[in-house]
């Protein structure tokens, strides 16, 4: 009785969850690991060639083994020889291996597996999950593609508010640029098209392929200050569409403006005043490029003594920081239109040169840049997906293809809602 005891102690049942199966057998093989020997309880299969249910049973394919989910950390395999069954109805009465919904024919491992793995994948690298589930590489790489799309699925979609275009270098350092497509929808952003370059051609015919009722849902589409996204979604879209030029691009353009003029003065005030004086400037860069309400007093104290020096930077300085309460107020787009026009007029006035550039751009751009003030839309959800998509490259040193990238976005995005 003991004996009885001390064994039952040793045993538990846990299900298999794999459905249409009876088992037959348990066994471990000389690594310890679980092989268990099922046979499937459905009668009958569907006809290759015509499609029809088919039930006359003519013997028993090859045995196939399936790696499935591993049981108290040990490696399990399904064993599994299917059915073949003979169809009536067909000409030469030809044959057909029974298959089950949960594996895939030709594939070593079960579905939940496969699922398994792709969680694995999600936040990590491929290799990385090859070490831990001891498979390879390409077994790894042929999961994704069996189970993760290469490109959008317009299907999926029921609408489409905002649109954002930005580009990102394959390698750092190169220019081989591709673009990136994203859309956001609430509070949710998804990745549309991950594209070989960014020319106007290839974008252009990206979004000649949304399906019309898809395009009529757009209600902005934000972007950079690039000619070929804007002139592209210009050709492709009606005039019902606005295009925003997202205005932290435009900040870094005439706040680009400053640096330079900073940059010029602090080497002349290097030739001008003594060490001890010009040392007395270090750190201006920092407190330039801080908001007024982050300020210190060390920080005011510091543009204060600059400014004495340099009253051409402290002019330029205040026009940025004018351009920026602009873009903090909430107006009408005719009016912030009227008070950028004021503010180039200002900048014209001062002799100041450091602005030219950016001038220049915001009379290209006026009406695209003005667009922000409608319902003060960014691209923050594109610049947020790009941070992402860095750390992607950075954890898989490089992602060179661009159905593979696009891929491993739409996992890290979606893949624990797509397969939790």
Request: aromatic share 10%; proline share 2%.
């Amino acid at each position: 009785m003991l004996e009885e005891r001390q064994t039952m102690r040793k045993t538990f049942e846990i299900p298999l969850d794999i459905p249409d199966v009876t088992i037959e057998k348990v066994e471990t093989d000389r690594y310890g690991d679980f092989v268990i020997t099922v046979k499937s309880t459905v009668e009958g299969t569907h006809c290759h060639t015509c499609g029809m249910k088919i039930t006359k049973v003519y013997g028993y394919d090859h045995e196939i083994t399936l790696r499935h989910l591993s049981i108290l950390g040990r490696k399990t395999s399904i064993r599994l020889r299917p059915g073949r069954y003979q169809c009536l109805y067909c000409d030469g009465t030809p044959t057909t291996t029974q298959q089950l919904s949960w594996y895939t024919p030709r594939s070593a491992y079960t579905k939940a597996y496969e699922e398994h793995i792709l969680l694995g994948v999600v936040n990590s690298t491929v290799q990385d999950v090859c070490m831990k589930e001891d498979i390879g590489y390409e077994a790894v790489m042929g999961i994704i593609d069996r189970h993760i799309q290469s490109e959008v699925d317009w299907d999926q979609f029921s609408r489409l508010d905002v649109v954002g275009l930005d580009e990102i270098a394959l390698k750092k350092g190169h220019r081989n640029f591709v673009t990136i497509v994203t859309g956001r929808m609430d509070d949710e952003t998804v990745i549309l098209g991950v594209l070989s370059d960014r020319t106007k051609i290839t974008v252009k015919r990206f979004l000649s392929r949304i399906p019309p009722k898809l395009r009529k849902t757009i209600k902005a589409v934000c972007s950079d200050m690039y000619d070929g996204f804007i002139h592209a979604v210009k050709e492709v879209f009606s005039k019902q569409v606005k295009i925003v030029i997202d205005r932290f691009h435009v900040a870094k353009l005439y706040r680009k403006g400053l640096d330079t003029l900073r940059k010029q003065e602090l080497r002349r005030l290097k030739t001008e005043l003594s060490a001890e004086e010009y040392k007395r400037l270090q750190g201006v860069m920092w407190a330039l490029r801080k908001k007024e309400e982050d300020m210190t007093d060390e920080d005011k104290d510091l543009l204060e003594r600059l400014f004495v020096h340099s009253p051409q930077l402290k002019v330029a300085y205040d026009l940025c920081n004018t351009l920026t309460k602009i873009f903090d107020k909430y107006m009408t787009k005719r009016s912030a239109k009227f008070q950028l026009k004021n503010w180039m007029k200002r900048v014209k006035d001062s002799a100041l040169h450091c602005f030219d550039t950016f001038v220049k751009t915001l009379e290209k751009w006026m009406d695209e840049i003005a667009n922000y003030f409608r319902d003060r839309q960014t691209s923050g959800f594109v610049e947020g997906l790009n941070n992402k998509i860095k750390v992607i490259k950075r954890r898989c040193y490089g992602i060179l293809n661009v159905k593979h990238l696009f891929q491993r976005i739409h996992l890290d995005l979606s893949g624990y809602a797509l397969l939790a």
